[in-house]
């Protein structure tokens, strides 16, 4: 029995009125739901994200969203079994659901753990150093990065209806913006069902989350410069939105990330009997049949040393023959159908098209063999591998992209023409190289960088942890220059900065310092009688300053250092060569200089100060002699609330800023050190 999608839109849950979208069982071709979006108020979606959701995320710290989301990333773990059985109607196998369930929840943990450890307990980010911008230092700058203020549409694929619509929601409600989702009407049943259950958990703040299923309608008409759009489909559907009347003249950011024809290329040195063939076998197979070939990410082209050309297409053939083609529920079958009968036709045209430069090797025929299921009502589409003898000069394998389990390989003679091969493709999201030739991985990657937004190298001493070819990670960036959207995904921290506002900010280190919450050099530093590590972590004001008492460096404590570290470098023990050197004299070891610091600075009897927790940014100036007086200055700096720990101290991270001076007043060292502070 079919059901009619809901959209979820100013907070309701809502049918779309009119005639709705049918939507089938990419397996048995049934009728499983109707999408619509009619009657849909999309306006008023765009002034409720800005006007309620936004105000209420942007409330929230970075650490407060993080944990927003490991605690969504928990709840939809504990129910993804009503996923996987709801995925196999997108022709999903449980492994392809796996990437794309399990992998949409992963994204959620992974922004959730990297938003606490590199972005600070604040509701924005300050984002390099100091500028000083006058001789004196009473003006400097720096810069800030705010959240967007207005909503952050998201037009996802068919062929990720989770981890499409997750990839996209993390770093946009990380970086403090609500989100409108626009899943492709295809599988936007398995969209909607993930999205209802984070509606019902009432984790994320009113406002913060919105659905359409069905379409857009008049959704971009009503942009304005503080919406941002980040797309994922077609090149041309991409290409049309982002001419679109309002993203023009408003100057809305777009993200696009778009299929492309990705690469894989065999290293010379890669030959039958080594493991890095044996390897790039293996991973074009599955990069056929994952998905059915339905990922950006899949691998289009397959450019192998011409000497082996027929090896691998031998290799390839058998290991594609044992590949079982049929119903993703039924045991042994390893590849299901496309996501639905239009894709068929779209794969089966592109295949037209390149077949006019290059010929077929595989497949390319009607799907047949077919386990528990049947071609004539299903998606199904046949493992089809094709041959290119002259790629540098066909042009159909590099201009044309068949969105199924189709693939071409190619010949090249030297390491040269692998990478003009791989640069055909006009920009893409990934290309992988196989090679233990560490000389031509080299050359590989810097000849085919500027084409594509991930390179994978792969060989022996990678293979056991490697993710894959076709796996993008929340760490590092999705996306690609050229056909391939000229937009970056994830990214970490990349990914959440796209959704906020860089901005220059200039003034008295002082004002600065009130505005950012972090000390600069040049603003206040008041004092008193209460050592500053006598005071608990709310009882200490950003610039609290103590000046310590001096020491005198003497050469018996050079020489009890060096016993005591066993740093016995010539520049603090022999006078002679340290004499030749540009030192000229016997010098102190640094980190003797550093742990004298400590002993002005510190105080010694239990308090509030808990642990050392690290130092950051040491940089030593100038030399130390013997003979030599230092004196301390500690500021505090920056202070963060972290979580309470399982021990149950509340506790906070105390940022200080040490400048370590000579008699001279003259800077001999600077750096920051980090400690863990009790909290009352």
């Known amino acids: 029995m079919s059901m009619r999608l809901q959209n979820f839109a100013l907070g309701q849950w809502v049918h779309g009125t009119g005639t709705g979208t049918d939507l089938f069982h990419a397996v048995t071709g049934d009728k499983v739901a109707e999408a619509g979006s009619g009657g849909l108020d999309f306006a008023a979606m765009l002034e409720y994200a800005r006007a309620v959701g936004g105000p209420k995320l942007r409330r929230l710290t970075f650490h407060q969203r993080a944990l927003m989301l490991k605690e969504m990333a928990r709840y939809l773990g504990d129910r993804k ?146 919406d941002s759009v980040a797309f994922t489909g077609s090149a041309s559907t991409g290409r049309m939105l982002k001419e679109s009347r309002s993203v023009v003249e408003h100057s809305v950011r777009f993200n696009m990330e778009a299929d492309s024809l990705n690469c894989s290329i065999l290293g010379p040195d890669a030959v039958p009997g080594t493991e890095e063939f044996d390897l790039f076998v293996k991973e074009v197979v599955r990069e056929m049949t994952s998905k059915a070939g339905q990922k950006c990410t899949a691998i289009r082209r397959t450019i192998v040393p011409d000497a082996v050309m027929g090896d691998v297409l031998a290799a390839l053939r058998k290991r594609l023959g044992d590949v079982k083609i049929g119903d993703p529920t039924a045991e042994g079958v390893k590849m299901g159908p496309l996501a639905g009968r239009a894709q068929v036709s779209e794969v089966r045209k592109a295949l037209t098209a390149i077949r006019a430069g290059a010929e077929v090797i595989m497949g390319g025929g009607d799907a047949e063999g077919l386990i528990n299921a049947d071609a004539a009502v299903g998606a199904f589409f046949p493992i089809t591998l094709l041959a290119c003898n002259d790629p540098l000069t066909a042009t159909a394998p590099h201009d044309i992209e068949a969105f199924g389990p189709v693939n071409t390989v190619m010949p090249y003679a030297t390491v040269g023409d692998a990478i003009a091969l791989a640069r055909l493709g006009k920009g893409s999201l990934c290309a992988s190289l196989f090679t233990a030739d560490d000389t031509v991985a080299r050359d590989v990657v810097l000849g085919t960088a500027a084409y594509h937004g991930r390179l994978y190298v792969l060989n022996r001493h990678s293979a056991k942890e490697a993710t894959g ?27 959440v900065m796209h959704y906020m506002q860089r901005t220059a900010v200039q003034g008295s280190p002082q004002t600065l310092t009130r505005i950012t919450n972090e000390w600069i050099a040049g603003a206040d530093q008041p004092t008193d009688r209460v050592h500053p590590f006598r005071k608990y972590f709310e009882e200490l004001e950003i610039g609290d300053t103590l000046t310590t008492h001096r020491r005198t460096v003497t050469e018996a404590d050079i020489v009890n250092f060096a016993g005591i570290s066993g740093d016995f470098f010539y520049a603090h023990m022999d006078e002679l060569a340290a004499k030749e050197s540009f030192f000229g004299r016997r010098v102190a070891h640094g980190y003797f200089v550093l742990s004298a610091a400590a002993g002005l600075f510190v105080d010694p009897a239990p308090g509030p100060v808990l642990a050392n927790y690290g130092m950051d940014n040491l940089r030593l100036i100038k030399p130390v002699y013997a003979g030599d007086t230092i004196q301390v200055s500690l500021t505090c700096k920056q202070k963060t609330v972290k979580e309470t720990p399982a021990d149950g101290v509340p506790q906070g991270v105390v940022a200080w800023d040490v400048r370590v001076s000579n008699q001279e007043g003259e800077l001999v060292a600077t750096y920051t050190i980090l400690t863990l502070v009790r909290r009352t």
């Open 81 to 226: 079994d009503a996923l996987y059985a709801l995925s196999t109607a997108t022709g999903a196998t449980k492994a392809d659901s796996w990437v794309d369930i399990d992998g949409g929840i992963g994204t959620f943990y992974v922004y959730a753990s990297k938003g606490r450890r590199e972005l600070p307990n604040e509701t924005f980010f300050v984002d390099g150093a100091v500028e000083g911008i006058s001789k004196s230092g009473t003006f400097v700058g720096r810069h800030i990065c705010v959240p967007l203020e207005g909503a952050a549409v998201h037009i996802n694929a068919f062929n990720f209806p989770v981890w499409g619509m997750m990839e996209k929601l993390a770093p946009s409600l990380l970086a403090g913006v609500p989100c409108i989702v626009k899943p492709a009407t295809l599988t936007s049943f398995l969209t909607e069902a993930a999205f209802r259950l984070m509606v019902e958990s009432k984790i994320f703040p009113e406002g913060a989350i919105q659905l359409i299923c069905g379409s857009a309608g008049d959704l971009l008409s009503h942009l304005d410069c503080q």
């Open 469 to 495: 070819h076709g796996s993008p990670l929340p760490h590092l960036v999705h996306g690609g220059p050229g056909r391939a959207g000229g937009g970056e995904e994830m990214g970490g921290m990349r990914g």
